[in-house]
């Protein structure tokens, strides 16, 4: 089983930039697509990107353009690059890992918030 823990999060301006991290353990980090999905206040879950083990990075419409998705295999490290930042794009956003179609664990979630 692999354990996540984000990082990262926080306030920030309209129009400023975040960038979160997720650090994974306890499992073969390259084997997993990892993702990045957000839950705003009311809403349902949503996915943001995901990146396969090889690095291709996947994106919600909502988000492409703004931010990015990368890994290092090395350091069972996911990043997720965030840019250009509105308030729509608040919201409490956890880290993912799948394999074989299946989300085989979350992480605890990290809070952005963007408000001036």
């Known amino acids: 089983q692999v354990q996540l823990v984000e990082s990262g999060g926080g306030l920030v301006q309209p129009g400023g930039s975040l960038r979160l991290s997720c650090a994974a353990s306890?499992?073969?980090?390259?084997?997993?697509?990892m993702g990045w999905y957000r839950q705003a206040p009311g809403k349902q879950r949503e996915l943001v990107a995901t990146i396969t083990g090889g690095g291709r990075p996947n994106y919600a419409d909502s988000v492409k353009g703004r931010f990015t998705i990368s890994r290092d295999n090395a350091k069972n490290t996911v990043f997720l690059q965030m840019n250009s930042l509105n308030a729509e794009d608040t919201a409490v956003y956890y880290c993912?890992?799948?394999?074989?179609?299946?989300?085989?664990?979350w992480g605890q979630g990290t809070q952005v918030t963007v408000s001036s």
């Open positions: 993912s890992a799948s394999a074989d179609g299946f989300t085989v664990s």
């Open positions: 306890g499992s073969i980090f390259r084997i997993y697509i």
